[in-house]
């Protein structure tokens, strides 16, 4: 078993997240830091397979920070702020909470709007979108944006949830990550590389540094209101006739 726990140790330094998934699934028993562990190196290989950069940069440490893992009162395990002693999720159950959150937001997106999870808390929001697969009564599909700052709350969130399914949130293209604090340039570079995705319109709020976020993103909105306003401005400038002068 020491060996066993040596070699997964390997993988998990040598960021080989498929190496470590396959042995720490075949560990038995488990305890709780190995199941924390498998989920994590679950969601980073995912990452490697379909996104890359973000696999390189979540799997540049295997640390929550100041971040640790709690048992609610309702039986579902949830992420306090240690220094602060607070909890990263809206409220004592966190998975009524995001269904609530999640019912609230989909029947008002329109065709072509995008929908911006503000903070990702303790994962249960972003479990709960994905679970629906972002789909709205009429069928269509809503590409959804996560805006997280806190990468060290990105990694305690990997591994309390495992988000490496198929389907997942990980793997679907219709979600993006912006996660880092160059989150502003990542949201701007989705909304001009991928035509499928716009600037978030209806918003789920979910962190204690909304005041900084809604700030920097209504920067971002105005500036997309002033580009297009130009681009109409031209739109209309080349329509307008021309005149010319006597000969």
Known sequence: LDARR??????????RWARATALLEQLEPKRSIEQQLLRFARNLAAFEQHRPELAE??????DPGPYRFIELPAGERSII??????????????????RRVVDQLLPHVEDGAALGVMGVGDGAILRELAGRR?????????PAVLVEPDLELVRACLMLHDFSQPDGPIARPAFAWCVGGDWPQQLQQLIEQQPHFSMPQHLAWNTPHAGAIRQTFDQLLEREAQQLAEVREAILARSRPRKFGKE
């Open 6 to 15: 040596d070699a997964i140790e390997a993988a998990l330094l040598a960021r």
């Open 57 to 62: 940069r979540l799997g540049a440490a295997i």
């Open 81 to 98: 702020h240690a220094g602060e002693r607070r909890l990263v999720a809206c409220g004592q159950d966190p998975a009524a909470t995001a």
């Open 134 to 142: 972002n789909v709205l009564p009429n069928g269509m599909v809503v």
